[in-house]
């Protein structure tokens, strides 16, 4: 399959909510079952329900396709989930904000770093002189009227806005007999947008393509989880480290009414395997939607990198 980079740039603010009827959370950054359900949903308007369910069952048995979730990314410079259980080497002084740290740059995870820098949530390599703030969490006043007294109230809905050279990458892996498709279902996504709220505006994107190469790496690896998985019983033996993300939330068909998610334990990205591993794809189908089968995409997307960083 080809592997391709593909780069969001935010043209409006983004939220992306995660738990039910709170609106000033916002995740940090995009989820592959999301993007996963985004892509498929844009797909399904384009080429119908036929032809979706013959997309799905590829993906399915064929392994067609898998994909990240979305990182940040400044200019040319990627950011990672930091692996969980790994160390690096910086300032005695900086040893509790490392603690806060939740992704590093691309260079963190195959060479020495001489000048580490910890900016908030981010470590990276002082030199790449990252001048701006990647993300601001803003908190946006809305009113809501009571529908029997008329009374307004006020509550506030958080979105995050990017830099003018920031926004979010992810990996996206594909055969090329749904190339095509797939990348006119993203020019779709750029126009709709992507997370809640889109009806206002919010997450509408431009997007770039970039092919990439899988690293090399000599000698033994670990494997570095950059999606949301849900690993078969067999694989389990494989983990190293590893945290949990749950996720609920709701069924959003063009056939039906909009019908609750069961609730789901994912390895979330950042964990550890000691060998690739494959995930699953859940079918999470409701009996009250007849129309179409609903799936939660929970494969592993890895990637190989040195045992030698200083694993503990």
């Not at 993300?245 to 069961?262: A, D, V, W």
Request: charged residues 30%; glycine residues 6%; hydrophobic residues 35%.
């Amino acid at each position: 399959m080809k592997r391709c980079r593909i780069k969001l740039k935010f043209k409006t603010p983004l939220h992306v909510g995660y738990k039910e009827g709170v609106d000033n959370l916002t995740e940090l950054f995009i989820h592959s079952d999301t993007l996963f359900s985004s892509i498929v949903n844009a797909y399904n308007k384009l080429y119908g329900l036929k032809k979706t369910e013959t997309f799905i069952n590829a993906i399915i048995k064929d392994n067609v396709l898998n994909i990240s979730s979305a990182f940040y990314y400044y200019k040319n410079v990627y950011f990672y989930p930091k692996p969980l259980g790994y160390r690096f080497r910086i300032n005695e002084n900086n040893k509790k904000r490392l603690k806060k740290v939740e992704f590093v740059s691309e260079d963190f995870l195959y060479k020495e770093i001489s000048n580490p820098k910890i900016d908030g949530i981010f470590l990276y390599n002082e030199d790449l002189n990252i001048d701006e703030k990647l993300y601001v969490v803003e908190e946006r006043p809305k009113i809501t009227v009571d529908r029997k007294s008329s009374e307004a109230s006020i509550y506030y809905f958080s979105t995050l806005r990017f830099g003018k050279n920031s926004g979010l990458w992810f990996f996206l892996d594909l055969d090329e007999s749904i190339e095509k498709e797939v990348f006119s279902s993203l020019k779709l996504l750029e126009d709709e947008g992507l997370g809640g709220d889109r009806t206002y505006g919010y997450g509408l994107f431009t997007f770039q393509v970039e092919k990439v190469e899988q690293a090399e790496i000599k000698g033994e690896n670990n494997y570095l989880l950059l999606s949301l998985c849900v690993p078969e019983k067999d694989e389990i033996n494989y983990i190293l480290d590893y945290k949990i993300k749950e996720k609920t939330g709701f069924i959003y068909s063009m056939y039906t009414n909009t019908l609750r998610q069961p609730l789901i334990r994912f390895i979330a990205e950042g964990s550890l395997f000691s060998k690739k591993v494959f995930g699953k794809i859940l079918d999470i189908s409701s009996n009250n939607l007849n129309v179409h089968k609903v799936f939660k995409f929970a494969r592993a997307y890895l990637m190989p990198i040195k045992k030698e960083a200083q694993y503990e």
